[in-house]
């Protein structure tokens, strides 16, 4: 794990540096008094000694010459990617759409595009998902579900 | 009924691989809203031991942990399934989650009353010294390198402070989004961290499951299995119950440390891992004892041991009630109706759990890809649920990334989530205690129970360093001949 370590050490120790700046704009105070930002500017500053002992720990690690795996593999790689593309975009359509309309597209493009099922078995199982799902959620479980487009039907 | 349902419920998530019990807590909080608070702390328990029941199923049948805290018992359940042995092996982890789970009720009926009786005697630096121990704890169990879970340790006490500040009334790292100003909640965080960065891991290399086919028969163990784990029984329950009472201990870390405790006290630990009955008995008692264990901070100090635990803490807050010393005068329904379920909750579980084992099998011969957009859909109608609010959707699904490159760079999501629980309370806690002192830290060696704490903090940060030193001394002595 020698690269992957000396990936992180650095972006932990950019990371502190970023959280002390701001924690230090934010006031730190005196001990008398301490500011909003006293504690994140201490806890930065030891994850940036600690991020360094990851980095150095790592570099020695490297000169033994031990053979590496890469962090990550090529496979399914889009997969991942297209799965939270899809998530994501739910996230943001799901007030304005409403439930059962962004569920029942989310089902299709996973197990239609992504998993590569059959059209019949992908609609008739999304179907069936988001009815039972809106059904356990909203009318047995009480969760308000956002309404979005379908808004109008009051059900 | 709401035991019951909560059990049931639970027992399902424990079965079901990448859905926890903080995420099942999550979805079902809103339904608890409109039921009396004691109702719906039982069925919110009940989901809580529920699922330390239900996760050694999957391991033993499928060598799939359905939950985090059996991933242990995959290492001999399944090889003793294999064996054509799965129904003593189910059998034992039901008999042996029974007696733990019912010592920790036992113990919390015993030690919870006097316990918050002393509790009332804390005040910040005794607190804050605690959490201290528990955050440190938690790092120094950490399977990984303790150097990478204080990082994360810290990167959750940072999390923390997104939002306002509760003494100067400052907003701090929210940059200007709105969603922002609360703070960022635990259950998006969690439910991201460990179910969403599940499913990513889980669609990187495709699951195998090999469920046995053949009929789970003989649940009952013989004498000999009796006498062959009674002992990792009471070792297992003694050891999770106390490492629940911790907090950074849990379920998790207890089901390890009592397989590893059985593997030096074996009289043949060379069957480990190849079908010992002892470790299924060990850690399923550990990890049930720690489940029952955790509810003591919870109710008497109001400290929650894990981030499951602290769902728990938030239902009761949303249901106007303050967890901590006050909950026992204050609100004796919640604490007793509690204990009273978890009673009746354990027993419903043995009863429910081995003739529901043929079920759970089916449920689980689901294939992954029908499995893995439910999982989803439950995160996505959870994290949404608790507060209508889609920023809460986006924040579970960007630590669901962030999980999943914690997983990749092989970071633990524990320390993060404690250090995020704990840190509103850590921050006030040693902001109050320095006002209290008028800027002089000694007030936290100055008062005897703090400076044990802090005794027990810096042993924890030492012994580690110790152990490296010893470990590269014997190794430059090894190669010194040579």
């Known amino acids: ?155 | 009924m709401y035991c019951f349902f909560g059990v049931l419920i639970g027992t399902l998530v424990g079965v079901l691989p990448g859905l926890g019990p903080a995420s099942a807590m999550a979805i079902l909080l809103p339904a608890t809203f409109k039921v009396e608070p004691v109702s719906s702390f039982i069925m919110l328990a009940g989901i809580y031991y529920g699922a330390m029941y239900g996760g050694s199923t999957t391991s033993i049948l499928v060598n799939i942990p359905g939950e985090a805290a059996s991933v242990v018992t995959c290492l001999d359940g399944h090889q003793m399934a294999l064996k054509g042995r799965a129904g003593p092996a189910l059998g034992m982890a039901a008999f042996s989650s029974f007696i733990a789970g019912t010592f920790a009720v036992i113990g919390l009926t015993l030690v919870g009353p006097p316990l918050a009786g002393m509790a009332l005697k804390f005040g910040p630096p005794e607190y804050f010294s605690m959490m201290v121990v528990g955050i440190l704890l938690l790092t120094y169990l950490s399977s990984g390198s303790m150097i990478k879970a204080l990082i994360m340790a810290g990167f959750g006490l940072i999390l923390s402070g997104v939002g306002m500040d509760t003494i100067g009334g400052e907003f701090r790292f929210t940059y200007g989004i709105r969603r922002l100003l609360d703070g960022i909640g635990i259950v998006p965080t969690v439910m991201g961290l460990f179910g969403i960065s599940e499913v990513l891991m889980n669609l990187e290399t495709e699951i195998r499951r090999d469920i046995l086919t053949n009929r789970v028969k003989n649940l009952l163990p013989t004498l000999k299995d009796w006498a062959d784990s009674i002992g990792s029984v009471i070792r297992g329950t003694i050891l999770g119950f106390f490492l629940g009472i911790i907090p950074g201990g849990g379920a998790v870390i207890a089901s390890f440390a009592s397989y590893a405790i059985e593997k030096k006290v074996a009289k043949h630990p060379e069957e480990f891992g190849k079908g010992a009955i002892q470790g299924v008995a060990g850690p399923e008692a550990a990890n049930n004892a720690a489940a029952g264990g955790a509810f003591i901070p919870l109710l008497t100090l109001g400290i929650p041991a894990n981030p499951v635990v602290a769902v728990l803490l938030g239902a009761l807050i949303i249901h106007g009630l303050q967890p901590g010393p006050m909950l026992l005068s204050k609100a004796p329904d919640v604490f007793w109706g509690t204990i009273v379920s978890m009673y009746i909750g354990n027993g419903m579980l043995l009863v429910l759990n081995l003739p529901l084992i043929p079920l759970w099998v089916q449920v689980l011969k689901v294939p992954y890809y029908l499995l893995y957009p439910l999982i989803i859909l439950f995160c996505l109608v959870g994290s949404y649920s608790i507060e209508n609010n889609s920023g809460d959707v986006v924040i579970m699904l960007v630590f669901g990334i962030v999980g999943y490159l914690m997983k990749k760079f092989r970071y633990e999501g524990a320390p993060l989530v404690l250090a995020l629980v704990l840190g509103k309370m850590f921050e006030t806690t040693l902001r109050q205690s320095l006002i209290l002192s008028r800027g002089d830290f000694s007030i936290f060696v100055s008062r005897p129970i703090s400076l044990a704490f802090l005794i027990v903090a810096v042993l924890l940060l030492i012994t580690p360093i110790i152990t490296q030193r010893k470990k590269l001394s014997t190794l430059e002595e090894q190669q010194e001949p040579n």
Request: proline content about 3%; cysteine-free.
């Open chain 1, 1 to 155: 794990m020698s690269s992957a370590d000396r990936i992180s050490g650095i972006f932990w120790l950019l990371f502190s540096v970023f959280i002390s700046i701001e924690s230090y704009r934010l006031g730190l105070g005196n001990v008398h008094q301490p500011g909003a930002g006293f504690i994140f500017f201490w806890t930065a500053v030891a994850m940036g000694v600690l991020s360094i002992a990851v980095f150095v720990r790592a570099w020695f690690g490297k000169k033994t010459g031990a053979r590496e795996s890469p962090v990550f593999g090529k496979e399914n790689v889009l997969k991942i990617i297209l799965v939270l593309l899809s998530l994501f975009l739910y996230a943001f359509f799901m007030e304005a759409m409403g439930f059962i309309p962004i569920t029942l597209l989310l089902f299709i493009f996973l197990l239609g595009v992504i998993e590569k099922r059959r059209w019949v078995f992908t609609i008739f199982v999304s179907v069936a998902v988001t009815g039972i799902s809106y059904l356990l959620f909203e009318i047995w479980l009480k969760s308000q579900l956002p309404k979005g487009i379908l808004g109008f039907l009051r059900f």
